[in-house]
Nanobody
Framework: QVQLVESGGGSVQTGGSLRLSCAAS????????MSWFRQAPGKEREFVAG???????DYADSVKGRFTISRDDAKNTVYLQMNSLKPEDTARYYC?????????????????WGQGTQVTVSS
């Protein structure tokens, strides 16, 4: 089992920055695939960014160049640095983890989820 706890959400104005954190516990962190998803009201949950234990990262086109995902295996934590935030980034952001497969953009590939943290960007 893997437990995930997100933090770092909040409200910012357009162009601002936030850093989300996701602390994992329960299993060996170094082999876990960790990703961030987000879900806005009335919309489906969508992939934002993911990181593999070998340093490979993947980003949704909508956030590429603005968001950076990183991981600290010593702290069992993955981060999402979000810069140049836009109103369309407003959503609840979820951390997800998988121990079985490689890096995926499909939410149904991830059996472990955090409770989410709200990000609100005002214009």
């Amino acid at each position: 089992q893997v437990q995930l706890v997100e933090s770092g959400g909040g409200s910012v104005q357009t162009g601002g920055s936030l850093r989300l954190s996701c602390a994992a516990s329960g299993r060996t962190f170094s082999r876990i695939v960790m990703s961030w998803f987000r879900q806005a009201p009335g919309k489906e949950r969508e992939f934002v960014a993911g990181t593999l234990w070998n340093g490979s990262n993947d980003y949704a086109d909508s956030v590429k160049g603005r968001f950076t995902i990183s991981r600290d295996d010593a702290k069992n934590t993955v981060y999402l640095q979000m810069n140049s935030l836009k109103p369309e980034d407003t959503a609840r952001y979820y951390c997800a983890a998988d121990l079985r497969y490689g890096l995926s953009r499909r939410s149904d590939q991830y059996p472990y989820w955090g409770q989410g943290t709200q990000v609100t960007v005002s214009s």
